[in-house]
């Protein structure tokens, strides 16, 4: 078996084409969801822990993302009791979840996406869970083929994507990589967070298009590096200056 970036590039670019054909759906139904939640002036929490927080940076204050989408990760309990972390600890922690919303304002009228590969860990578990108490919405992007082949680390037992309202599938494999390395058991070329990006941009094209067609202007920032982006964007933060939303 050869080991190549053209074998990566090859693996990832299929199973890109798996979920283009079997969740579309599945992003559709959740983008409605969440658009309603925002044109409701609602706002959106995305959280992830470890890797997975790369799809929140990828929603949440960027050019061409919506500005109501709040990133939310283990690194906000740092910020706030001003002391060290171990963030496999926190992770694993269903007390995680308690404390990001002691930290996060969130309202009946937001939503949450929670991104966890695995699904199996407290932190996402208990938002879920809490969220759900709250009536407040969960949207899951994880991956079936890890989360259904595992045990839950949550007391209740339970997984992400049996929690949630609508789960996404990465279709990423058992252990989030795809090629062997000849000679020895363990193998590379991580997907889930490549993956993860494409399915966050059809997220927010899919809404902004519901917003288009609600005849509703999309409040999407524009780059800080082009000429007018800064002054864009203060007028785009000013409505939600309530609820802490940065660029």
Do not use: W
Request: proline share 3%; charged share 25%.
């Amino acid at each position: 078996m050869s080991l190549s970036a053209e074998d990566i590039y090859n693996s990832i670019l299929e199973l890109c084409h798996e979920v283009k054909e079997k969740e579309m759906d599945n992003i559709r139904n959740a983008s409605k969801l969440l658009a309603e939640r925002l044109l409701d002036d609602g706002i959106i929490h995305v959280f992830g822990a470890g890797h997975s927080r790369s799809f929140g940076m990828e929603m949440c204050g960027r050019s061409g993302g919506l500005a109501p989408m709040k990133l939310v990760g283990l690194e906000d309990i740092a910020a706030r009791d001003n002391d060290s972390i171990n963030l496999i600890e926190l992770e694993r922690d269903p007390i995680t979840a308690i404390k990001l919303l002691e930290i996060h304002k969130v309202l009946p009228e937001d939503a949450f996406i929670i991104v966890s590969n695995s699904g199996r860990n407290g932190s996402s578990v208990e938002l879920a869970l809490e969220c759900k108490k709250r009536g407040i919405p969960v949207i899951a992007v994880t991956s079936l083929n890890h989360s259904q082949n595992t045990t839950s680390r949550h007391k209740s037992g339970k997984k992400l994507y049996e929690i949630v309202d609508i789960v996404i599938d990465n279709h990423c494999p058992y252990g989030d990589v795809l090629l062997e390395i000849p000679k020895y058991e363990i193998k590379t070329g991580s997907a889930s967070s490549v993956v993860g990006a494409l399915i966050a941009q059809s997220l927010t094209v899919e809404i902004i298009n519901i917003f288009l067609e609600s005849n509703q202007a999309p409040p999407v920032f524009m780059s800080a590096n082009v000429d007018g982006g800064d002054e864009h964007n203060k007028k785009i933060i000013k409505k939600y200056e309530n609820r802490n939303i940065t660029y």
